[in-house]
């Protein structure tokens, strides 16, 4: 089955710096890739995904890059901010099917110093 | 507003002391799981139901069960509690399924003494 690996576990940045965290997937078949952010005291929410038919997707200051060949992905955050310090979690799938399912990473907790 | 919702918030018990933890979501999806967070462990699945009537095991099922009478609601009952069930617990509901985009509930904090 799917195993996704993440990294840094841990990762301290100083506000305005940028903040890169890596996820390896082991299965070949997966297409889809979400990250989510979990808040102290929240669930975690999706905040960017991308879908095997893209290498690179932005939102602000978010960005998701994927290398299928290589089977990783990496989120990206540019001028991070303290509100950004929270957990993170990546995720693949093989989306839609019958026997998909969402495989999380580990999670890396993030701190961006003022 | 479209959420999902999880009560209790918090809850502190004993071995063995059958307890209940509801979950409820208001955005007509068909899938719901429940899974458990565990510092080191990430997010493991407990179980699942693809719909009303059908539920299967995740990962981690040992000492627990669920049930799916109603569309909208998915509890997760622990019928004897046990100290290593102490942990996070997040219901999550997703309108394509267990490989799509999952929508998390706020969490359960759970201590069994």
């Known amino acids: 089955g799917e195993n996704v690996e993440q990294h840094p576990s841990t990762l301290s940045v100083q506000e305005g710096d940028s903040a890169v965290i890596k996820c390896t997937y082991s299965?070949?078949?997966?297409?889809?890739f979400p990250w989510y952010k979990q808040e102290l005291g929240k669930g975690p929410q999706l905040i960017i995904d991308?879908?095997?038919?893209?290498g690179e997707k932005k939102d602000q200051r978010i960005a998701v890059t994927l290398n299928k060949t290589a089977k990783h992905f990496s989120l990206h955050i540019t001028e991070t901010q303290p509100e950004d310090s929270a957990v993170y979690f990546c995720?693949?799938?093989?989306?839609?099917?019958?026997?998909?399912?969402?495989?999380f990473g580990k999670g890396t907790k993030l701190s961006v110093k003022p | 507003e479209a959420q999902v919702t999880q009560n209790p918030r918090y809850l502190i018990t004993v071995t063995g002391k059958k307890l209940t933890v509801t979950c409820s979501q208001n955005?007509?999806?068909?899938?719901m799981s429940w899974y458990r967070q565990d510092p080191g462990l990430g997010l493991r699945q407990i179980y699942y139901?693809?719909?009303?009537?059908?539920?299967d095991k995740g990962d981690v099922p040992e000492g627990y069960k669920v049930s799916r009478k109603e569309k909208r609601n998915f509890p997760l009952i622990l019928e004897s509690p046990s100290p290593n069930q102490t942990s996070l617990y997040f219901c999550?509901?997703?309108?394509?399924?267990?490989?799509?985009?999952?929508?998390f509930g706020p969490g359960t904090r759970l201590l069994v003494l």
């Open positions: 999550a509901s997703s309108f394509f399924g267990r490989s799509e985009t999952q929508y």
């Open positions: 299965d070949s078949a997966s297409n889809y």
């Open positions: 991308i879908r095997s038919n893209v």
């Open positions: 995720a693949a799938s093989i989306s839609r099917g019958s026997q998909g399912n969402l495989i």
């Open positions: 955005m007509n999806h068909e899938y």
């Open positions: 139901s693809m719909n009303v009537e059908v539920t």
